[in-house]
């Protein structure tokens, strides 16, 4: 049985944290920044957690070496 691979794209945007939980970058932080609050802003900075169902399907699915 081959290797399988993993989805490039979906490790580019998620990580692991030591507990085995799915670590991602939040949205909309790129552009049209003016119209939104400094206190949305700097929410928005700091990484989120995936939800535990979600996390099953991206261990599985996208990223089977993680």
Request: proline share 3%.
């Amino acid at each position: 049985m081959p290797k399988m691979k993993t989805k490039k794209s979906a490790a580019k945007r998620y990580s692991f944290t030591g507990t085995g939980k799915v670590k991602y970058k939040k949205q909309n932080l790129r552009h049209i920044l003016t119209k939104k609050s400094s206190k949305r802003k700097r929410n928005l900075r700091h990484g989120g957690i995936l939800s535990s169902d979600n996390t099953a399907e991206i261990k599985k699915r996208l990223l089977p070496y993680g």
